[in-house]
């Protein structure tokens, strides 16, 4: 069976708490789950190239989540790419999407060398890319925005990212059987975060996961997540 190698290029929260950048993986150096404008220095600093980044799954439009979609296409411009490139998001992805590029850097995609193809996601959908095959579930965030859980599974295994949420239906329906957890944890005191008794429970509903906890405040942890991984800036983990 195939390896699941997660590659974190941020693990901090909108404020960058204790320096870190903000929250983003890749899974496999080939899919990214969540774009924030900390990108491009994270992936230098790791040893990767932009153009070996196939898809770009985003979870909600928050900047530290969304807002390093103009410098991914910038790099391409300018780093030659010419591997086509698929932006799965929440409904308007394409049209935010373009917004967003058109205020960062007019005119970086015009004459591109490559397609650029937008995938809205909605609560149960299901798509697939290749390899990899992506559920995603609505989960419970901020009123303003719909916001997304994601399972992406490659060769029977699977790999389940939290995004931004609280305790939900959501999120407690997609994580049963993952090999793999990537949750949030924003401890306590933020109604629109887990934390870290949400994410106890959780896991308790991904019973034999690997859990990794990202997106942190820089909190100390009641229990100092016990059983648990705690992501750093490029840290790698292969399981």
């Given at each position: 069976m195939s390896k699941l190698d997660l590659l974190f290029l941020g693990s901090g929260n909108a404020f960058a708490a204790q320096g870190r950048a903000f929250s983003s993986f890749l899974l496999n150096e080939r899919y990214l789950f969540d774009c924030?404008?900390?990108?491009?220095?994270?992936?230098?600093?790791?040893?990767?190239?932009?153009?070996?980044?196939e898809a770009v799954f985003i979870t909600h439009f928050h900047a530290d989540h969304f807002f390093g979609l103009p410098?991914?296409?910038?790099?391409?411009?300018?780093?030659?790419?010419?591997?086509?490139?698929?932006?799965?998001?929440p409904?308007?992805?394409?049209?935010?999407?373009?917004?967003?590029?058109?205020?960062?850097?007019?005119?970086?995609?015009?004459?591109?060398?490559?397609?650029?193809r937008y995938v809205e996601v909605r609560?149960?959908?299901?798509?697939?890319?290749?390899?990899?095959?992506l559920a995603a579930v609505r989960v419970k965030h901020v009123n303003e925005l719909e916001s997304f859980a994601f399972r992406a599974e490659i060769d029977g295994r699977s790999v389940v990212y939290s995004g931004d949420t609280t305790l939900c239906d959501?999120?407690?329906?997609?994580?049963?059987?993952?090999?793999?957890?990537?949750?949030?944890c924003s401890c306590d005191n933020v109604a629109v975060h887990l934390s870290h008794r949400d994410v106890e429970e959780v896991v308790r509903h991904a019973?034999?996961?690997k859990v990794i906890v990202t997106h942190l405040d820089g909190r100390d942890h009641p229990t100092n997540f016990a059983g648990m991984t705690v992501a750093e800036d490029l840290a790698r983990f292969s399981f």
């Open positions: 924030g404008p900390t990108l491009l220095q994270q992936l230098v600093r790791a040893g990767v190239s932009s153009n070996d980044i410098f991914l296409f910038l790099d391409a411009k300018y780093g030659g790419r010419t591997k086509d490139l698929t932006i799965f998001g409904p308007a992805i394409e049209a935010k999407a373009r917004s967003l590029i058109e205020i960062g850097f007019p005119g970086v995609v015009d004459a591109a060398n490559y397609t650029r609560d149960g959908s299901r798509d697939t890319l290749g390899e990899l095959s959501g999120l407690l329906r997609i994580v049963p059987g993952a090999d793999v957890l990537v949750t949030e019973a034999g996961a």
